[in-house]
Each structure stands twice: as C-alpha cells, then as structure tokens.
C-alpha cells in the first residue's frame, strides 16, 4: 500500500499550519469544537519540532491523543466558566416579571395593554379597568401575565 506523499514529508510547521487554520475557522463556524483540535495540532507541532520527530506514523500518534486531551480540558474549561450575571440578559419578557404597571387600556375578556416604560404591552390577566395599578407575574409567549393590585389609581 502506498503512503500519499503528503504524509511523507510532514513537517512540523505543517501542523502548525494546520493548527491556525482550524483555529481561525472556529470564528467562522459555530461551537467551539475546532479551536480545540487546533490547539492540539499546534502543540503536535511544538513537540514534533523539540524532539526533531521525522516519522508521521509517531507525528499522528502524538496528534490524536494531544487533540483529545484539548477538547477535554476546553469542555471542563467551558463548563466551569461563569454563568451571565442577568440571566435574563437574552429573555426581555422575563426581565418585567414583579415590576408594577398600570393598565392603559382595560383588561377585558383576559386580554388588555399596559405601559411599562415607553412600551404598550398586551397582557393577559383578570378584567380590570384602566388606571388599575397590576404586578407582572409571568409571561406567555410575547404576551405579560399580570394580577391586579388591591387599590386604583385615581385618574
């Protein structure tokens, strides 16, 4: 059986090479998956030029398992990374829930608008008229789930 010429002449600034180019793919495609076998090709190029290793059979050895141990650590690494301080940084709807809003327009027939900020937002909710101060419980889709407080404001 004949051995493709490339790995013939394996270098060691081939997996160098080959290590930078996976690593700048990781910023092209999602996940973090390259950047880790890129690294693990890079240091196979480390260890192939110190020890001055000719043989790709060895080169390949030393690449498999360095590219495993690097996805292992990077994934311990990325689990152990911290959480976002705002968990609700991605979800708006989620960031309402127990803040106070009257009612604009009234709930009627479970559906109606409140003012939260500079926004409208439908909710649904109790029938209440308009001026009826109401708490965000939760949300529902794109739409705010409120209950009314026990006092109205007057108008």
Same mark, same amino acid.
């Given at each position: 059986?004949?051995?493709?010429? =490339?790995?013939?002449?394996?270098?060691?600034?081939?997996?160098?090479?080959?290590?930078?180019?996976?690593?700048?793919?990781?910023?092209? #495609?999602?996940?973090?998956?390259?950047?880790?076998?890129?690294?693990?090709?890079?240091?196979? %190029?480390?260890?192939?030029?110190? =020890? *001055?290793?000719?043989?790709?059979?060895?080169?390949? =050895?030393?690449? #498999?398992?360095?590219?495993?141990? *690097?996805?292992?650590?990077? +994934?311990?690494?990325?689990?152990?990374?911290?959480?976002?301080?705002?968990?609700?940084?991605? +979800?708006?709807?989620? *960031?309402?829930?127990? +803040? +106070?809003?009257?009612?604009?327009?009234?709930?009627?027939?479970?559906?109606?608008?409140?003012? =939260?900020?500079? $926004?409208?937002?439908?909710?649904?909710?109790?029938?209440?008229?308009?001026? $009826?101060?109401?708490? #965000?419980?939760?949300?529902? %889709? *794109?739409?705010?789930?409120?209950?009314?407080?026990?006092?109205?404001?007057?108008?």
């Amino acid at each position: 059986m004949e051995i493709p010429a =490339l790995f013939q002449a394996l270098l060691w600034w081939h997996w160098i090479v080959i290590g930078l180019v996976l690593i700048a793919l990781e910023m092209m #495609v999602p996940g973090v998956f390259l950047l880790w076998i890129g690294t693990g090709a890079v240091a196979t %190029g480390c260890i192939v030029v110190t =020890l *001055s290793i000719t043989n790709w059979e060895i080169q390949c =050895l030393i690449f #498999v398992p360095l590219a495993f141990l *690097s996805l292992l650590l990077g +994934r311990k690494f990325i689990r152990k990374a911290a959480p976002a301080k705002n968990a609700t940084l991605n +979800r708006r709807l989620a *960031s309402y829930i127990g +803040r +106070r809003a009257e009612v604009c327009q009234a709930i009627i027939n479970g559906k109606g608008r409140i003012r =939260l900020g500079d $926004t409208l937002w439908i909710v649904q909710g109790p029938d209440c008229p308009a001026g $009826t101060m109401v708490t #965000v419980t939760g949300i529902d %889709g *794109s739409e705010l789930i409120v209950e009314p407080e026990n006092e109205t404001r007057p108008m």
